[in-house]
T-cell receptor, first 109, second 110 residues
């Protein structure tokens, strides 16, 4: 079957750096995406990696290693508003987006 | 420019009933995907519509059906509702790899 594994919860301090890992096992691979979802809100797109390496967008960066079926989202200079759930999602050979169960990020002052 | 809109926001139905949820995509987007998100879980792909045809389908029973109109708006229909159908139903529109989500419809089945 297809699966994406990510930690259920991560805790960090305001101003710090946190990394959320994602490992995947899917039939085919057409890219790894990251989405942020605040409680009661809709998912919002953060980043997309189709090739190996690091993509940087402001305080957020995302990394992909296709040979390891692994990626991570790096959040720097954490702010309280970053408290949310973060989902990794892989587009498989059917071009369907398969989602992980999400990582709840808790930020303490 | 309006983003993705969905209606209604909340809905309460009884087991066995039927429900229709509606979605209008972001301007310029021709592809609409529907997801079911249970509490504490990631979204589960239901199906995707493009050019008024169901292009892909996830692992959902035939009780879940949909439609896309010429203006790219879409409907999700669920028949014979079960308690387990209670969830947040999300609509997303896209033109490439980035999906834009609507606020969702919270469906409660009692």
């Amino acid at each position: 079957g297809q699966s994406l594994e990510q930690p259920s919860e991560v805790t960090a301090v305001e101003g710090a750096i946190v990394q959320i890992n994602c490992t995947y096992q899917t039939s085919g691979f057409y890219g790894l995406s990251w989405y942020q979802q605040h409680d009661g809100g809709a998912p919002t797109f953060l980043s997309y990696n189709a090739l190996d390496g690091l993509e940087e967008t402001g305080r957020f960066s995302s990394f992909l290693s296709r040979s390891d079926s692994y990626g991570y989202l790096l959040l720097q200079e954490l702010q309280m508003k970053d408290s949310a759930s973060y989902f990794c999602a892989v587009r498989d050979s059917n071009y369907q987006l398969i989602w992980g169960a999400g990582t709840k990020l808790i930020i303490k002052p | 420019d309006a983003g993705v809109t969905q209606s209604p926001t909340h809905l309460i139905k009884t087991r066995g009933q039927q429900v229709t949820l509606r979605c209008s995509p972001k301007s310029g987007h021709d592809t609409v995907s529907w997801y079911q998100q249970a509490l504490g879980q990631g979204p589960q792909f239901i199906f995707q519509y493009y050019e008024e045809e169901e292009r892909q389908r996830g692992n959902f029973p035939d009780r879940f059906s949909g439609h896309q109109f010429p203006n790219y708006s879409s409907e999700l229909n669920v028949n014979a509702l079960l308690l387990g159908d209670s969830a947040l139903y999300l609509c997303a529109s896209s033109t490439s790899y980035e999906q834009y989500f609507g606020p969702g419809t919270r469906l409660t089945v009692t």
